[in-house]
Structure formats: structure tokens, C-alpha cells
């Protein structure tokens, strides 16, 4: 049985920053960082090499898994704040949260980020949007750009390599707690592995693992919900006078039929449409780059509508993947609409797209979203469109395309204490698949923060 002090299961945001933060403080401890996905130069996207125009579910997903987690080959944005993404300052302090991220934001400069512009919330914006019930929530936002953000993670990973074992293609399964202390770790391939210390930070596409985890050692989650709506994509212009002054623009709305709440999210400014595999079901999501050469004629971001559920259904996730695994059904994988098309309720035909003058990023099949999504959150991504469409004009035309189903899993809540330990000792919970995170700015200063506490303990030993 191979032996550790400390395993780092996953190999995201929260596990790359607190690998990094072990290394610079020279802890002592045998550390071992572990993900189910490839390396960072072998994390190869078919689509993106230009192999195949749709997914075709590679086990497991280079966009969703391997080192430096989903958010390696995202748009590269961290959001400096504590008004969403996440609720890291509810354990640690609203002083000491913000201080981690910005301890995060110049650790990103130091490796190569310093280039990338920092934006602020506009207070003009904020009272233009407030005058039609659109709330702009405030942050900070350093935009790496996909291209950047890969550079980074690699200059990471080599200053962590002399210090941390890394090891990848490895799934772990089966956690049990030894008798004197510490965990007994089993891997796909049968390895035993121990250590004293478990830090559970396998992101969202691990969420299910760690609730099994969680189940079989009596650690209890809260529940937690499931954001579903579709990817918007419309010409940059529209948008231009938004992103070029605040880039991230994280709007709100209540809608007035149902009072349900409906958000902007992950805005892309010239970007690209991409798929993306989440435990074998294809969704959507959105990316943009640095480089200028590397940008489109596009802005694209997320309308997600929250969904929480009451007794007697738990399970918010398994909601949503059944919304996403019939969009999969209907379309092969990512459906396609125009706006007009959804509002007159017809489908988009391969004939009608021919006629539009919004460009497609993303090859995706032209259908009916009305099929897939409930009338529910339908009803409300419209109504949040023709709210939008007041401060950028041109949001509600008829050829924006709206992409489906995009879908943001959470896991449930783990509970854990102001260290972020779990009740059971010895065992961590950080980042996204805690369900404590939901950016990359508040998992990667989890991941800091852990290996801070950790580092002490053996500074004392």
C-alpha cells in the first residue's frame, strides 16, 4: 500500500491552488495530487482539433476533466468577489475570503496574467439596468482568455512538479477510514492507497463521488440546486458597450410571472459556443480567448433560471440531467433555435438557419427548445431576453440563437466547518464539488486556504 500524508483527490481549481500553496510554503508532507482526466498537454478536444463536428463523449472529457479541472479550458475569468460564486466568506470571513482571491489573482499575475485587464462593475451600468429591474451584481474580473489560462496552469504545474506527486488517469473509488487514523484510498485499478489527511476537490464532475463518499462515512449534505437554461449567442456589437467597460456582467431579474429568478452567466465577449460532457450527457457552455486572432464576430453567455426543490424529491441533479439527456435524444447532442422561431413556436430548420444572419460558432442541430426545456423556465429565459433587450437593443432579435440545454450542476452542500474538515477528521471538503464554491476565483482560495491549515499542522509535527 503506497503511502501519503496528504491526497489531493482532483486535480481543479481547488487542488491545483492548494498543491501550489503546499510547494511555496515548503510543507514537509508527501503529498499526492490525483485526477481521473489527462494531463494538461494531452487534454485534447476532438472538436477542437477539428476530428469531429459534435461530441462524441470521450471517457472522460478533456473539457471537464484532468489537470486544472473544467475551468482549464474555460474563458479563464475569476471573479474577485463574494456576491456569487459561492459562499466561501460564510466559513471563512468575508475579509479573509476576499484576501484569498486576491492572494489568487496575484499569483495568476506572477505566472503570466499580469497583461490580462482587471474590470470593475460600472456604477452607471448598475443604475441603467436597475431602471428595468435588472440587478448587476458587483466584482472585479481578470480575464485570462482560454489561451492564457492554459499557459499559466502549465507554469503552475512546473513549479508544484518537484514538490507534489501527481498522478492522472486514476479514478478514485472506495474511501475507508483506518483503525489508527487517517484513510484507505482505492483506485480503479485496484491500488491501495493511505494517507493521513483526504481533501476531497473533484469539482463538479466528481460531485457524485464525493456524495458517495459522503454517504458512507455519515457526513451530511444539505440540499442544493440546479441551474437550467440555454447558451444566448448574438453579434458583439450588441453587447459592446457592456463587455468592453465590465467584460463579466453578472445581471439578475425576477420575472414577473412566476417571480422565478433568472441570471446572466459566464458572458464571452467575441468568443465561441463549445459542448461539453458531463458524466457521459452532452451540454453547452461558452469560451474566449486573449488573442485577437483567435476571436469571432460573437458574444455569447448563459441565462440560467435557479431550481431548488422541496420534500419529497432530493435528487436536483438527476432534474436536470433528465432535461439534458432529452435535448441529447432529440438533437444528437447540442439543440440549436432561433429566438424568433422559439417565440412563433416553430422549430429552426436546417432551411431557416441558412437564412440567418447571426453565425453559428458551434455545429450544432437545429430544432425546438420548447420540446426540452420545461414551459416554466422557458417562459421565464424569455421574459429575461426582452428585459436584456432594453439595455443592449438587438438582445430579443429575431436571429439570436439560443443553444441547449445548458445545464450547472451543484453538488449537494457538504458540511464542514470553518477549517473546511468535514466532522469526520482528516477529511477536507474544498471547491465546486463541496458545493461551498462555484467559481474559480472562490475554489482556487478554498484550495489555498486548506493547505495553509495543513501546512501549520505539520510545521508543528
Same mark, same amino acid.
Given at each position: 500500500m503506497e503511502k501519503y500524508d496528504i491526497i489531493i483527490a482532483g486535480a481543479g481549481a481547488s487542488g491545483v491552488f492548494m498543491a501550489y500553496e503546499l510547494t511555496k510554503l515548503a510543507c514537509p508532507a508527501r503529498t499526492l495530487l490525483v485526477d481521473k482526466g489527462a494531463p494538461l498537454e494531452k487534454r485534447l478536444c476532438p472538436i477542437k482539433q477539428g476530428l469531429t463536428p459534435t461530441c462524441v463523449k470521450c471517457k472522460p472529457c478533456h473539457i471537464m476533466n484532468g489537470y486544472g479541472g473544467a475551468g482549464t479550458l474555460s474563458d479563464g475569468k475569476y471573479n474577485i468577489t463574494t456576491q456569487f460564486g459561492g459562499e466561501l466568506h460564510k466559513y471563512v470571513g468575508?475579509?479573509?475570503?476576499?484576501?484569498?482571491?486576491?492572494?489568487?489573482?496575484?499569483?495568476l499575475c506572477s505566472m503570466g496574467g499580469s497583461d490580462a485587464r482587471l474590470y470593475h462593475t460600472s456604477s452607471e451600468l448598475k443604475t441603467r439596468a436597475l431602471q428595468f429591474d435588472l440587478h448587476l451584481l458587483e466584482a472585479r474580473v481578470r480575464h485570462l482568455g482560454t489561451d492564457r489560462n492554459v499557459k499559466i496552469l502549465g507554469r503552475i504545474y512546473d513549479y508544484i512538479s518537484a514538490h507534489i506527486n501527481t498522478r492522472f488517469y486514476t479514478e478514485l473509488e472506495k474511501v475507508e477510514k483506518l483503525p489508527g487514523g487517517g484513510f484507505k484510498v482505492t483506485t480503479d485499478k485496484g491500488e491501495e492507497l493511505a494517507c493521513r489527511y483526504l481533501v476531497l476537490a473533484a469539482g463538479r464532475s466528481g460531485s457524485?463521488?464525493?456524495?458517495s463518499v459522503c454517504d458512507s462515512l455519515g457526513i451530511r449534505q444539505q440540499k442544493n440546486r440546479v441551474d437550467i437554461g440555454v447558451r444566448v449567442e448574438l453579434p458583439a456589437e450588441i453587447f459592446r458597450h457592456i463587455t468592453d467597460d465590465v467584460y463579466e456582467s453578472k445581471f439578475v431579474y425576477q420575472t414577473d410571472k412566476y417571480n422565478d429568478l433568472v441570471?446572466?452567466?459566464?458572458?464571452?465577449?467575441?468568443?465561441?459556443?463549445?459542448?461539453?460532457?458531463?458524466? @457521459?450527457?452532452?451540454?453547452?457552455? +461558452?469560451h474566449s480567448y486573449a488573442d485577437p486572432a483567435l476571436r469571432?464576430?460573437?458574444t455569447n453567455f448563459a441565462l440560467l433560471v435557479a431550481n431548488t426543490f422541496t420534500e419529497p424529491f432530493e435528487d436536483?441533479?438527476?432534474? +436536470?440531467?433528465?432535461?439534458?439527456r432529452l435535448?441529447?435524444? &432529440? @438533437? +444528437? +447532442?447540442?439543440l440549436l433555435q432561433r429566438f424568433g422561431d422559439l417565440v412563433k413556436g416553430r422549430r429552426s430548420s436546417d432551411r431557416r438557419m441558412e437564412k440567418c444572419f447571426t453565425r453559428p460558432t458551434l455545429k450544432a442541430?437545429? @430544432?425546438?427548445?420548447? &420540446?426540452?426545456?420545461?414551459?416554466r423556465q422557458l417562459d421565464d429565459i424569455i421574459e429575461m431576453i426582452y428585459a436584456l433587450d432594453k439595455i443592449a437593443p438587438g438582445t430579443a432579435n429575431e436571429d439570436t440563437l439560443l443553444y441547449g440545454v445548458e445545464v450547472k450542476f451543484y453538488n449537494m452542500k457538504v458540511e464542514v466547518d470553518g477549517d473546511l474538515q468535514t466532522k469526520v477528521a482528516g477529511l477536507y471538503a474544498l471547491g465546486d464539488g463541496s458545493g461551498v464554491t462555484h467559481s474559480l476565483s472562490q475554489a482556487s482560495a478554498s484550495g489555498v486556504y486548506a493547505a495553509r491549515i495543513l501546512a501549520e499542522k505539520f510545521g508543528r509535527s
Open positions: 468575508h475579509d479573509k475570503a476576499m484576501e484569498l482571491m486576491e492572494y489568487v489573482d496575484g499569483v457524485r463521488w464525493i456524495s441570471r446572466t452567466f459566464c458572458m464571452n465577449p467575441y468568443g465561441e459556443v463549445v459542448s461539453e460532457n458531463t458524466n @457521459g450527457i452532452v451540454t453547452v457552455n +461558452g469571432t464576430e460573437n436536483s441533479n438527476e432534474y +436536470g440531467e433528465s432535461i439534458a435535448s441529447n435524444m &432529440l @438533437g +444528437g +447532442g447540442v442541430t437545429a @430544432g425546438d427548445l420548447s &420540446l426540452v426545456i420545461p414551459k
